[in-house]
């Protein structure tokens, strides 16, 4: 029965982009699914987690941190992750898809490898794990399972991160270890810790792996093994296999040594003596050796070239690499694969020789893709140009694009995005940050409102308030400045203020004398007209005005004032009644002073100190006097009310 007819995922699309076309594995931990990108129109494997690991907040949250840091290793012989995420109860990543076959499945159908190609194996596991040494990463399973022989013949290790993922989910809260027993280091059994060292003891366990065809160590339970690991040491292959190369059995035993400090520090220093020992093993060490291969510790002797090891885990075996197909056409594959890849490598032995010890990174064939960064997204472009270089692109800078968030000079952006598969060589653009976009207050003085609303909508602006001022100087309507000032940048569409002149404000000249109110009112830049009509009031003093006090009017505008008749016998009430006995200075009258022109205030307590109460009337409003009623120099009884306009 085929399986992916009853699996719920395939045939849906997944995060509304991954469409699952087929599953590939299963395991305790994950299922891997073949899946079109249809987003970027490209085959992926997807992996997706198991719902008791997804439903862990602690795992999700780690596997999440790991996926970004393995997205951000970009070597040759590491499955690049592209995108992590979460779907429901799917908490998937996006990997890229290798067709090909596991170390594992090499393993079960050839028992063993020669000397020679065992190395050729291995050196390219070393390069991908010493790289991810030197960025700060363990893988923590390293076992055949999790190495992938492609069918072009490049070696490619998957699941960084994942072990360390699950140390963090709620499985692992009772003491359990994680990991496949007959790999881990001593210090992992003990104490659950693990670092470089850790990596480079699995690695030397699987190179006695692939000598032999069977790991070091064998039980009836996995403590009993990981008993071994602690107590025992490692035999050396020839102990299992005479006639194995001294130089093999000197890897294994630095390798696997039980105390972490005799190992080599990291995989990068492992690969360094691997490639010596490659180097230096005889052109004729490649067949493999007829005679039986027996049990470590002087065992009885076993069938030759047994199947694949039980593989005892504590936590279930997590799912297969990311595998094609796995039909008779790779249980049966041909030697000459093997033989081409084995010259493949050589030829980038051949330069790798040539680099000092401290290479990071090996080129195993022409077809070597490269991802593009996430990391350059951020940077400096300066920096992220060096840094795209190194990775093998010839790097282009695009059109400098504005953002809100992304400081100017650093990228914004890169053409093709991050995580896309890419050759050697290929073009990348990185599109730089502009900085913030702003725009500068336009020159709107002197300009008319609607003019000036205008003149803002072309530089994406808007009218907020309108302030409205008086101005001798300016005419009215027009802008006379804006907040904030003309030049000061803004962002688009941000709001401006105008202040617009009121032009004059009509001063109020009602009660004022016929002369003063002509005085004051050319004085402000009108033109008076003079309308006497017959009243009771004093006479030649305005009764009226038009326009209305405080009415916005314009300089030179026409103002029409209406009089008392000026040949009225009009006569002070104390005056018309007899209340000033001619010639009387004896104390019953006050002569009010002249205070045109004067401060208003100083005139207001010249008044008072005169006798007279005073009534401040506010015209044009700078603060001197423009006119007073009685005028000054007349005589008044005590009291009398004084009015004058300032």
Not at 269 to 277: P, R, S, T
Not at 475 to 496: C, D, H, L, W, Y
Request: charged content about 20%; proline content about 9%.
């Amino acid at each position: 029965m085929d399986t992916t007819l009853t699996d719920p995922l395939v045939g849906k699309l997944l995060d509304g982009r991954y469409r699952v076309e087929s599953r590939i594995a299963r395991g305790g931990m994950a299922t891997v699914y073949l899946a079109l990108d249809v987003r970027l129109d490209r085959t992926v494997a997807v992996k997706v987690m198991h719902r008791s690991l997804a439903e862990d907040p602690a795992f999700v949250r780690r596997f999440i941190g790991e996926a970004k840091s393995v997205a951000s290793l970009s070597h040759p012989n590491v499955v690049h992750v592209f995108d992590q995420g979460t779907d429901g109860d799917n908490v998937y990543l996006s990997m890229e898809y290798v067709p090909g076959r596991t170390l594992r499945d090499v393993l079960r159908a050839r028992g063993r490898l020669p000397a020679r190609e065992a190395l050729e194996v291995m050196i390219p596991v070393l390069a991908a794990l010493g790289a991810a040494h030197q960025s700060g990463l363990i893988h923590r399973d390293v076992k055949p399972e999790n190495v992938l022989l492609a069918d072009d013949g490049r070696v490619k290790v998957v699941d960084f991160g994942l072990a360390r993922a699950i140390e963090a989910s709620n499985q692992t809260r009772t003491g359990v270890m994680i990991g496949t027993i007959g790999y881990m280091s001593p210090e992992q059994v003990t104490a659950g810790g693990a670092d470089a060292r850790s990596d480079v003891y699995a690695a030397g366990i699987m190179l006695f792996e692939l000598l032999t065809g069977r790991q070091p160590y064998e039980g009836e339970t996995p403590m009993s093994v990981a008993y071994r690991h602690v107590h025992d040491t490692v035999p050396v292959p020839s102990a299992l296999l005479p006639g194995s190369p001294p130089l093999l059995d000197t890897l294994v035993a630095r390798a696997t040594a039980r105390d972490p400090a005799n190992r080599p520090a990291d995989a990068t220093a492992l690969l360094v003596a691997a490639v010596e020992a490659h180097r230096m093993l005889p052109r004729d060490s490649g067949p493999v050796p007829s005679v039986p291969v027996g049990p470590p510790h002087g065992h009885e002797t076993a069938a030759p070239a047994p199947p694949a090891p039980a593989n005892h885990t504590l936590i279930q075996p997590r799912a297969e690499l990311l595998t094609g197909p796995a039909g008779d056409r790779h249980a049966a594959a041909p030697r000459a694969r093997g033989r081409s890849g084995a010259r493949w490598f050589l030829i980038g032995l051949a330069v790798v020789m040539v680099i000092a010890v401290g290479v990071t990174g090996w080129l195993f064939s022409q077809n070597t893709s490269i991802v593009v960064p996430a990391t350059l997204v951020g940077k400096n472009v300066t920096a992220a140009t060096g840094e795209a270089k190194q990775r093998g692109f010839t790097v282009e800078a695009g059109k400098a694009e504005h953002d809100e968030k992304a400081p100017k000079g650093t990228v914004l952006r890169t053409d093709p995005v991050a995580g896309t598969e890419a050759e050697p060589g290929s073009k990348l653009i990185l599109i730089p940050s502009a900085g913030p976009k702003r725009v500068a207050v336009p020159n709107v003085v002197s300009m008319t409102e609607p003019q000036a609303r205008s003149k803002l909508a072309e530089s994406t602006l808007l009218v907020d308030d309108i302030r409205k001022l008086p101005s001798e100087t300016v005419p009215r309507g027009q802008v006379m400045r804006t907040i904030p000032a003309v030049g000061n940048p803004v962002k688009e569409n941000s709001k401006v203020d105008l202040v617009v002149s009121a032009g004059l404000l009509m001063p109020d000249v009602r009660g004022m004398p016929r002369d003063q109110a002509d005085g004051v009112l050319r004085g402000a830049g009108f033109t008076p007209e003079f309308v006497e009509q017959t009243d009771s009031a004093q006479p030649c003093t305005v009764i009226a005005q038009e326009p209305q006090p405080k009415a916005e009017i314009d300089r030179g505008a026409v103002v029409r004032l209406t009089l008392s008749q000026c040949n009225s016998e009009w006569r002070w009430p104390w005056e018309r009644e007899g209340e000033i006995p001619p010639g009387d200075n004896g104390g019953n009258v006050v002569v009010v002073p002249n205070i045109v022109f004067k401060d208003y205030r100083a005139a207001r307590d010249e008044l008072r100190a005169a006798g007279v109460t005073v009534k401040l009337k506010r015209t044009l409003g700078k603060g001197r006097v423009l006119a007073q009623i009685p005028s000054g120099g007349q005589t008044v009884p005590p009291g009398t009310e004084v009015t004058i306009w300032y």
